[in-house]
């Protein structure tokens, strides 16, 4: 049920449903506050009184320390009272935890008690009024409200049977009230999930991995601060879970892996603008950050297992069930082939025309030519440099790339320098993918019934 919806729900239709509401049923002409001729000449609150939301509520029967607290609920603004989070137990009764470890419960044919232990001679505490002016919020607001003293009537229909009619989750979705048990996550998965968010802000760039990590030797002045935030917003997440919501809905698993693949594809071109640099400029005299070839596939190498640890973080959740993970999956793969077109197009001595003579440069091609030090060795023991990770992908993933492969096929066919297992292994990764194809676009699907 949308917001939308809630809002036009009308509890008038049940007033006389109930029997204590046929009783006392009587209408009350729209009015504005205003010191009604049956309240006391002393007291310092009208008999009506108007919610900030544009309620009126009719109080005149409560006595001055019930109007104290009625007000407090249902009008102050700043009365410190907010939802924690809510559940509705099996037997059919609901409870509310505020904040402060204030818990209302609220069950049928029985008035609402409340912890803070205000709640005397059946008269509501201030907790319990604002808890029914939440629930009455959704009521249109050009009738006055009717509030029983004791907090165990909207409108003359008991809280736990308005709760019933549209459901706890109804309201919980209105009010971004957050159900326990259905939303929230526990803890650990909490405190997990929060450092994930922030790190899609770092100042630094760090992956989320990174910035969970314990280790902060390198870390700037500001990558420190931004981390010293992490345990507040960690605290305050656990104690609001309607706060931990909100990030979430701001945070959106999409949106970290946006982020997540954004940086990795940002050190994908700074490794290699730095082999570039470093090709350019020698050992020394950088103006950039600079790599040689080894670092530079070094560099390359942790980020495959970068990506790699978010997939396998990503690919199955703490109740072991697979996620969806195409747009992980996508992304990844585009990363992988854009590491590799630009690997297999260094297959050469990267420092031959480099003009910086002073320094012999290395003449082992293991250490002058990135190809050569990425998939020369590759073997079954050795791994085949990006493509083991592509051939663990779904062939639809991979089929996307499959002209860019042809090309790199080409491209590590004409060169003795490839191990012919790394090529077999790329012709079986093509071949694979294109077959798939082929069986889904043929009609094969092994879901289709033929007769
Ligand atoms: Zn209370």
């Given amino acids: 049920m949308s917001a939308e919806e809630l809002s036009k729900l009308s509890l008038r239709d049940t007033m006389v449903t109930t029997r204590a509401g046929a009783a006392r049923l009587r209408t009350n002409p729209p009015q504005t506050p205003q010191e009604s001729p049956t309240s006391s000449p002393i007291s310092p609150t009208p008999s009506l009184i108007e919610s900030t939301n544009g309620h009126i509520y009719d109080i005149s029967t409560f006595d001055d320390e019930l109007r104290r607290r009625a007000k407090i609920g249902l009008v102050k603004d700043d009365n410190n009272i907010r939802m924690r989070f809510c559940r509705e137990t099996d037997d059919g009764a609901f409870f509310f935890n505020l904040d402060d470890d204030i818990t209302i419960k609220v069950e049928e044919g029985r008035v609402p008690k409340c912890s803070c232990g205000n709640v005397q001679n059946e008269k509501a505490c201030k907790h319990i009024f604002w808890f029914i002016g939440q629930l009455s919020s959704v009521l249109p607001t050009n009738q006055t409200i009717q509030l029983a ?107 970290q892996v946006k982020v997540f693949f954004e940086k990795i594809n940002k050190r994908i071109d700074e490794a290699f603008n730095a082999l570039d640099e470093y090709i350019e400029r020698g050992p020394t005299n950088h103006r950039t950050p600079s790599l040689d070839v080894v670092s530079c596939a070094a560099r390359l190498e942790g980020l495959v297992e970068k990506i790699e640890e978010y997939r396998e973080d990503s690919l199955v959740s703490n109740a072991g069930e697979r996620r969806d993970d195409t747009e992980i999956e996508r992304l990844a793969a585009l990363a992988y082939v854009r590491m590799l077109e630009e690997v297999t197009s260094r297959n050469n001595d990267a420092y031959a025309n480099s003009p910086w003579v002073t320094t012999e440069p290395p003449s082992d091609p293991m250490r002058n030519n990135l190809f050569v030090r990425l998939i020369g060795p590759a073997s079954e023991e050795n791994g085949f440099f990006v493509l083991d990770k592509l051939q663990d992908m779904a062939p639809h993933v991979v089929r996307h790339h499959g002209v860019d492969l042809g090309e790199i096929e080409n491209r590590v066919r004409n060169t003795p320098l490839t191990p012919p297992a790394y090529l077999s292994v790329l012709r079986s990764l093509i071949q694979e993918s294109r077959k798939r194809a082929a069986s889904q676009s043929g009609g094969n699907s092994p879901k289709r019934t033929m007769q």
């Avoid at 650990?188 to 450092?195: G, K, P, Y």
């Avoid at 700037?220 to 979430?248: D, G, K, N, T, W």
């Fill in 149 to 255: 003293g004791d907090g165990s009537s909207v409108k003359n229909t008991h809280p736990a049977e308005v709760l019933k009619m549209r459901s706890l989750q109804a309201f919980a979705d209105h009010f971004h009230w957050v159900v326990e048990g259905e939303d929230l996550p526990d803890t650990d998965e909490l405190i997990d999930e929060v450092a994930n968010m922030m790190s899609c802000f770092e100042p630094n760039g760090l992956l989320p991995a990174e910035f969970k990590s314990e280790d902060t030797r390198e870390l700037s002045e500001q990558s420190r601060m931004f981390r010293e935030l992490r345990p507040i917003v960690i605290q305050h997440a656990i104690r609001y879970p309607a706060f931990f919501m909100q990030l979430q809905e701001l945070c959106s698993p999409e949106f």
